[in-house]
């Protein structure tokens, strides 16, 4: 069932998505009179439509839609969709009107400006799709987040081995002092630091960082846990250990004689004695207490434990309109410092690229409103940076011959576009072999 809900939730965003994009290069269109033969969500490879305005069934149904200028339509590919712009060479590699006199409502007789912002468009309505997600997002749920200031570390193998060490706080990242503790990773990674500087049983020091690394760090997810004292918020109602002597604000902080100075350090000893009653040291006030305590067959002591200060940031929704647009900019700088490591080949950031199947991956389990809201806004600004990249068949090299137009007062020609086009393709496709195959092997690992 949850890989129902998941593929179910990757399907609405990717098409929500794309339907907002190409609604961008469509609008545009329209308001510039050029004519837009087809608006399909999802590719019709092979003329395989799901669903088209101009099939019959849909056609006796309103006579009508015959008389539409554009045929609206899903396809069966899920990997994108497009507008098919009359007198533009785009991934259709539709050429045939190259023949033909230039038509007055044709993409190519149009001004470099309307152009431009025909390219643009689905780009800048990606952009402020986000902007009124992070808008309903704040107003609705507001902002939390765990605050790095007073927190702790705990570290995984990486990070132990870059020397971070349980226990640590990161003060910061070269002169970047990270405020959003489950954002230290990316922070480390995205800002290229030297070094971190943490502050180590009373003691600032500071932990040079081999770029080299980073790779490794965009690949290896969970290098700074919340490093969580055992301390005890309550006990559960059906706990095996209903009766002990526990009490809100007791430490754990020995178990069968082993030190538990956090609680993931009692984690794989809980599980190596569950079903069994251990003997521990529990740290009340300034005493330490003998407790003998049972471990349920699943590993677990059926405690609460106290929970991490979380910061929630309340808005109205006329404060989160600003704060939607300084989250949606915020957002697109730190992915395009993504992008700036993917495409530094010594980072080999490039194996972090991922598809559908890594985005469906970080669909949440089961429904929720305010994940999938978050997600769909940060995929909108993924799609929609990626898109500027200036590779040819991306919007982003439609846009950057444009440039090269308006700046120069030179045209290319029509031919030179459409090998442009289809080396663009080729790339595309290569970067979409990589995505393809960088998640298979995290599936196989």
Partial sequence: MTVIIKILQLLIAMGLLIFVHELGHFTFSKMFGIRVEKFFLFFDARGIRLFSTRSGWFTRLFPKAKEWETEYGIGWLPLGGYCKISGMIDESMDTGYLKTEPKPWEFRTKPAWQRLLVMAGGVLFNFIFAILMYIVLLAGWGESYVRNEGSSIYVNE?????????????????????????????????????????????????????????????????????????????????????????????????????????????????????????????????????????????GMMGVYLTQPEIVTKEYSLLSAIPAGFAKTFSSIGGYIKDLKLVFTPRTEAYKSVGSFIAIGEIMPPTWDWYSFMNIVAMLSIILGVMNLIPIPALDGGHIAFTLYEMVTGRKPSDTFLAIMQIIGMILIFGLMFLAFGNDIARLLR
């Fill in 158 to 298: 990486l990070a132990h081995d870059m020397g971070f060490r349980n226990g640590d706080h990161i003060i910061s990242f070269d002169d970047y002092i990270p405020e959003n503790f489950f954002m230290l990773q990316a922070d480390m990674a995205r800002n290229t630091a030297s070094k971190a500087t943490v502050l180590r049983n009373g003691d600032t020091l500071d932990i040079y960082i081999d770029h080299n690394r980073i790779g490794d760090v965009l690949n290896t997810p969970g290098m700074f846990d919340l490093a969580r004292p055992f301390t005890i918020n309550g006990i559960a109602e059906n706990s095996v250990n209903i009766g002990a002597d526990l009490v809100e604000g007791d430490r754990i902080i020995a178990i069968n004689g082993n030190h538990v100075e956090f609680v993931q350090d009692a984690w794989p000893l809980m599980a190596e004695l569950a079903g069994q009653n251990v003997s521990t040291q529990v740290l009340r006030g300034a005493d330490t207490l003998n407790m003998g305590l049972q471990i349920d067959t699943t």
